[in-house]
């Protein structure tokens, strides 16, 4: 290898950083909707019950294989065995694909919190401004430049003195910042039904569905199946508890996913009396239409929402960010690893490609609005493959190489090398067992419903 890898300088700067990736759009703005859409407490008890076992699980071989062989996805499977160094390129396919257009909703998220923060409240929050917005042809762009200019620069600065510092700086901001924007939605007249509604489980709304719906979300919001554990594990120290990491960055995740879902529920529920479904639309619609409006009636000065809702998007500009360094970073640590680059001329190379394939997916609401690949918006296109199709395969293809063809001795070892592994029978089990077969069932799923086939609406 060309380079010399550098790394993280802490256990806890590994930690904050991989939380950092894994807390982002999809803790803020997927969770909760998903969470409501799904019967609100039975979908958080199955979220909960799938993050321990299949999350951990998962996680825990990703960050390993990172550190065992040093290396990103590409190197770090064909060093495990020639013949799946064709998986290493399959998961390094999708942060390619969900990095350009991931900054696209980016540069939505610095528009807002700018017109927040400057005054324009109640501009931001008439019924058309969204559309309207994404519908112009430089706007966006720009914003999207700006977000993507941002990353680069952190990842620029390498390992330690960006990412690391970065999120040792953004994420704590983040956990607070969320925490306060959570004790005032609960506290809103009429909020106390959201939060009801958000933590009681209703066992007659279980269903399959529940259940696929809170695994896919639970691959996406922990970063899984695309390299970006497997990269940051690679700086990640020897002798660092590996076991425990993981344990953290999940309660990470899972705990600002769940504050979110108590932060947007019960403020949406007071905002619409009750009427939640109506109000908790799926897709880019709640956080940019509905959650500017819900601000604007809070209160009785216009101050308190402009203050709510630039805090609120400072907090998903945060989250945004450090997911977007984690994928920039995946993908060019590929790089580097594969042609011994430096890291400048990477960064640049990455950041052009992203600016050229964002573009697509911004002016996918403008002018190529008709360009609809599949039927689908270019962003939505992107998502969809990404999310819905390779990772999913990328999962199953990973369950099945560590849990039976290299076995899984050598994920336990590695993490042997530095604490005990007090789940060691959990991870065998469901790694060789139940993931290909949970697995499957996920990726089926997910293209019957995209394709409408069987009359299957997911
Ligand atoms: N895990 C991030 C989230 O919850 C999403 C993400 C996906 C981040 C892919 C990086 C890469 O929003």
Not at 102 to 131: C, N, P, R
Not at 422 to 449: G, H
Request: charge should be neutral; aromatic fraction near 14%; hydrophobic fraction near 55%.
């Amino acid at each position: 290898m060309a380079n010399k890898r550098s790394g993280f300088s802490s256990r806890i700067g590994f930690v904050l950083a991989a939380a950092g990736s894994a807390v982002g759009l999809g803790n803020l703005w997927r969770f909760p909707y998903l969470a409501a859409q799904y019967g609100g407490g039975i979908f958080l008890l199955v979220y909960l019950i799938l993050a321990v076992t299949f999350g951990f699980t998962l996680m825990i071989t990703e960050i390993a294989i990172g550190r065992k062989t040093g290396l990103s996805a590409v190197g770090a499977y064909k060093q495990l065995d020639k013949r799946f160094g064709f998986l290493g390129a399959l998961s390094s396919i999708v942060p390619i694909i969900i990095f350009p257009y991931y900054s696209v909703i980016g540069g939505w998220v610095i528009k807002y919190l700018f017109e927040f923060a400057s005054g324009h409240m109640s501009d931001v929050s008439q019924d058309s401004y969204f559309t309207g917005f994404v519908g112009e042809t430089f706007q966006p762009l720009f914003w999207f430049f700006l977000f993507i200019a941002v990353t680069a620069v952190i990842v620029l600065l390498g390992v330690e003195k960006g990412i690391e510092k970065a999120s040792k700086f953004m994420m704590p901001v983040l956990a607070v910042l969320s925490l306060v924007l959570a004790v005032y939605a609960v506290t809103l007249p009429g909020a106390w039904d959201g939060v009801l509604y958000y933590i009681t489980p209703d066992f007659s709304r279980f269903s399959a569905n529940t259940l696929l719906a809170a695994m896919g979300q639970l691959f996406y919001s922990m970063s899984l199946a695309m390299g970006i554990m497997i990269t940051y594990g690679s700086y990640m120290q020897k002798e660092s508890d590996l076991e425990k990491s993981v344990t953290q960055i999940e309660i990470f995740d899972t705990g600002i996913a769940f504050i979110a879902g108590l932060m947007i529920i019960p403020a949406v529920f007071s905002f619409s009396s009750g009427n939640l479904e109506e109000n908790l639309q799926t897709g880019p619609s709640l956080m940019f239409v509905t959650l500017p409006k819900v601000f604007e009636t809070m209160g009785n000065s216009p101050l308190i929402g402009s203050v709510t809702g630039s805090l609120f998007f400072l907090l998903v500009f945060f989250a945004a960010l450090t997911s977007s360094i984690s994928l920039m970073e995946t993908v060019v640590s590929i790089l580097r690893d594969k042609f011994g680059w430096g890291r400048k001329l990477t960064c640049i190379i990455v950041a052009v490609g992203a600016l050229l394939a964002g573009s697509l997916s911004s002016l996918g609401f403008g002018v190529l609005k008709d360009v609809q690949p599949l039927g689908m918006s270019f962003l939505d296109f992107f998502d969809f493959i990404s999310n819905s199709v390779l990772m999913p395969i990328v999962a199953l293809l990973t369950s099945i190489f560590i849990g039976w063809v290299t076995k899984t001795g050598i994920i336990v070892d590695e993490v042997k090398i530095s604490s005990r592994f007090r789940r060691e029978k959990l991870f065998n089990v469901v790694l060789r067992y139940v993931a290909p077969v949970f697995i499957i069932a996920i990726l089926l799923s997910s293209v019957f419903s995209a394709f409408g086939w069987f009359g299957y609406e997911l």
